[in-house]
């Protein structure tokens, strides 16, 4: 058990540290670079991502860790006649190197690249250490945005929508929303989707981009906003 214990604890050791390379790669413009040395951490950690009985997570904070365990993982399930808890998955176990920012990091190179649908099979594999990473959604999001691909953009808003608990990260899923209605000429579906992003808005950035949206709105259709 120490041998496998320090064996896990080898595999993840320089995550961080090939993060930090990788954050010097990119601001450099050198993403094939990066992707390279990105792509070889990657296989290292995958290999244990499940490992015996334990099963592998990377949270960025307590709250998601509190909504996979409770919501999403299957663990905490009632049987119907007497609603006791049962055990239906391996023991999840919170790792707290920034494993998703490999995948991140990598996304980001390889979109870079124009090499989009690598990038997001990449973000794809990253969600599995954290359903709950807002970075991986919305660079998911950012793509079929970029690739003018609305039905799949209006899929992923939709998917990102059952993880998200915090003000901005609302706000920001209204808008993308509303982008793909704009693009659909769903007026009144795009008007309350950047209203609904300004209930949520935490700054005055989100203010103005809903604002900036709702203006160009008003201006294409002649709308009164």
């Given at each position: 058990m120490l041998y496998a214990n320090q064996e896990v604890a080898n595999a993840f050791s320089n995550v961080e540290t090939v993060c930090n390379k990788a954050k010097d790669l990119l601001d450099k413009k050198e993403y094939s670079e990066a992707v390279a040395l990105l792509k070889e951490e990657i296989k290292k950690v995958k290999k244990?991502?499940?490992?015996?009985?334990?099963?592998?997570?990377?949270?960025?904070?307590?709250?998601?860790?509190?909504?996979?365990i409770n919501f999403?993982?299957?663990?905490?399930?009632?049987?119907k006649k007497n609603k006791k808890r049962v055990k239906t998955a391996p023991n999840v176990i919170w790792r707290t190197e920034p494993i998703t920012d490999l995948y991140y990091y990598c996304g980001y190179a390889l979109v870079e690249l124009g090499?989009?649908?690598?990038?997001?099979?990449?973000?794809?594999?990253?969600?599995?250490?954290?359903?709950?990473?807002?970075?991986?959604?919305?660079?998911?999001?950012?793509?079929?945005?970029?690739?003018?691909d609305i039905e799949n953009l209006h899929r992923e808003t939709k998917e990102a929508y059952k993880y998200v608990f915090r003000p901005q990260h609302l706000a920001?899923?209204?808008?993308?929303?509303?982008?793909?209605?704009?693009?659909?000429?769903k007026w009144d579906a795009a008007i309350a989707s950047y209203f609904l992003s300004l209930a949520f808005a935490v700054d005055d950035d989100d203010i103005e981009r809903a604002n900036g949206e709702l203006g160009y709105i008003e201006e294409t259709t002649g709308i009164e906003i």
């Open positions: 244990f991502k499940v490992y015996g009985f334990e099963e592998y997570y990377a949270f960025d904070e307590m709250f998601q860790f509190e909504i996979f999403l993982s299957g663990i905490n399930t009632k049987r090499e989009f649908e690598q990038a997001l099979n990449t973000l794809r594999m990253g969600l599995e250490w954290n359903p709950c990473s807002m970075d991986l959604r919305f660079e998911r999001i950012n793509i079929f945005r970029n690739q003018g920001r899923i209204y808008r993308d929303r509303g982008y793909g209605f704009i693009e659909e000429e």
